[in-house]
Antibody, heavy 122, light 107 residues
């Protein structure tokens, strides 16, 4: 069965770039939409953005100026970059699969990674 | 952004009790609503999609209903395994947004 695993640094300095990778195992990254989300005690669950295996992406407008999501189909991975981080970006970051394959109906996250805690601190 | 609210924020009930959580959207989202269960230290798990459809493998004691702006999530007979926080989430519009969660405990 399909499994997702986030990887990347657990500590990032303020003003630097947060970079995370999600590796998809047990299935192909093709034909699905893939998402990044994060969770904090204060703001709860927040959707960051999605990417399709073709490279088509969309982002949360609140983060759009700082976020890039990319995909590497040869490695069955997709990645998140968040620039100019502050303490407010400290969160558990999740990657997730969308169970729908039509962009007009996406938004149901059926498979999640275990999550990775990222702390922004000097 | 579409704002999602949930009530109550927490509840405590006995095993076997019927538990109902409500979720309200700030605008009409038709039936574009999902419900998730999140156990402590774990990722959320999709339980219900399209407001009322049970995800494969999810016990039938879970159910959902509603449309437009008002939705409900029900556990017909609370089990110890159901201790978790439950979230509603809309996917009518980007950005997809979640409710603040309802923490369910056993009395």
């Amino acid at each position: 069965q399909v499994q997702l695993q986030e990887s990347g640094p657990g500590l990032v300095k303020p003003s630097e770039t947060l970079s995370l990778t999600c590796t998809v195992s047990g299935g192909s990254i093709s034909d699905y939409y893939w998402h990044w989300l994060r969770q904090t005690p204060d703001k709860g669950l927040e959707w960051i953005g999605y990417i399709y295996y073709t490279g088509s992406a969309d982002y949360n407008p609140s983060l759009k100026s700082r976020v890039t999501i990319s995909v590497d189909t040869s490695k069955n991975q997709f990645s998140l970059k968040l620039t100019s981080v502050t303490a407010a970006d400290t969160a558990v970051y999740y990657c997730a699969r969308d169970e729908r394959d039509i962009v007009a109906t996406i938004g149901a996250f059926d498979i999640w990674g275990q999550g990775t805690m990222v702390t922004v601190s000097s | 952004d579409i704002q999602m609210t949930q009530s109550p924020s927490s509840l405590s009930a006995s095993v076997g009790d019927r538990v109902t959580i409500t979720c309200q959207a700030s605008q009409d989202i038709s039936n574009y609503l999902n419900w998730y269960q999140q156990r402590p230290g774990k990722a959320p798990k999709l339980l219900i999609y399209d407001a009322s459809n049970l995800e494969t493998g999810v016990p039938s004691r879970f159910s959902g209903g509603g449309s437009g702006t008002d939705f409900t999530f029900t556990i017909s007979s609370l089990q110890p395994d159901d201790i978790a926080t439950y979230y509603c989430q809309q996917y009518d519009n980007v950005p997809f947004t979640f409710g603040p969660g309802t923490k369910v405990d056993i009395k």
